[in-house]
């Protein structure tokens, strides 16, 4: 989810308006990997009174929440007033995406969801979530731990911060796949071979590693697996390279 905050990555105003279906899939790994995890996530913790997904690209998770949870309302700034009960934002830095998302909301008459622009590591919505949820979005900011701290002072008290990050093991695997694009990047791969390394060449450099220690270093709270509340999946997404965290904010 950034555009000038780092010019080796993607301008991804420009790359939504151009995106084919494969594309697409690419860079929404939350429509597959996630959707069903924040819902049994929220099940198991509370269904939130606001709901931020930052870096939703096409709004998979954020329509989710949405439909499932109709009280919660899934809004900007300008309709938060009027569709009280929960809030469910969805933020992105590329604008096209954001207006497909707000047509395809009013099409279907979801009053509870909005989308609004935001650019990482700068995140400041002027108002508290208890759930910030951010999937394969880090992965694109430099200084991810400005990002981080961000993201977690718009979780209100007693809320939570859900997010992925790639680890040392990932820069690992996805070097190996920058190596041998003939091997990893085929024609059923996701990825554009002969953009990948310039797509993700802030991991590949290592510049926005995380870890529980950085986490913690970062934030004062020690992070905690997302499959200590539900259940794991035997999918290669839930893998160790890719871990699915949250982190609480205690109350006052």
């Known amino acids: 989810m950034t555009d000038a905050t780092h010019t080796g990555t993607i301008d991804w105003d420009r790359f939504w308006a151009e995106a084919g279906d494969d594309d697409r899939a690419g ?4 429509d597959h990997h ?11 913790t509370g269904v939130p009174d606001a709901f931020a997904d930052v870096g939703c690209g096409t709004g998979r998770v954020a329509f989710d929440v ?12 300008d309709v938060a007033e009027r569709h009280p009960g ?4 969805g933020y992105d830095a590329g604008q096209s995406v954001l207006a497909e998302n707000r047509d395809r909301a009013r099409d279907e008459g979801i009053e509870n969801l ?14 508290e979530f208890d759930v910030v949820f951010s999937y394969f979005t880090l992965c694109y900011v430099a200084d991810v731990e400005r990002a981080l701290e961000n993201l977690y002072e718009a979780v209100a008290p007693g809320g939570y911060l859900v997010f992925n990050y790639q680890n040392r093991l990932a820069r690992a695997h996805w070097q190996r796949m920058a190596d041998d694009p003939e091997t990893y ?10 953009r990948f390394e310039e797509r993700f060449r802030l991991l590949l450099d290592g510049e926005n590693l995380l870890s529980y220690d950085r986490i913690y270093d970062t934030l ?26 949250y982190v609480p904010k205690s109350l006052p």
Do not use: I, M
Not at 27 to 30: E, G, L, N, Q, Y
Not at 66 to 77: L, N
Not at 86 to 89: G, K, L, S
């Open 34 to 44: 996630a959707t069903d995890v924040v819902a049994r996530f929220l099940d198991a």
């Open 220 to 245: 004062g709270t020690w992070p905690q697996s997302v499959w200590s509340v539900v259940e794991r999946p035997d999918t290669r997404w839930a893998w160790r390279h890719h871990p699915l965290v």
């Open 86 to 89: 929960t809030t469910v934002v």
């Open 185 to 194: 990047l085929d024609e059923d791969s996701a990825f554009d071979p002969d």
């Open 66 to 77: 949405a439909e499932r949870h109709p009280g919660t309302t899934v809004v900007g700034y």
């Open 114 to 127: 909005a989308f609004e622009h935001a650019v990482l590591p700068e995140f400041d919505p002027d108002r």
């Open 27 to 30: 860079a929404t790994p939350s």
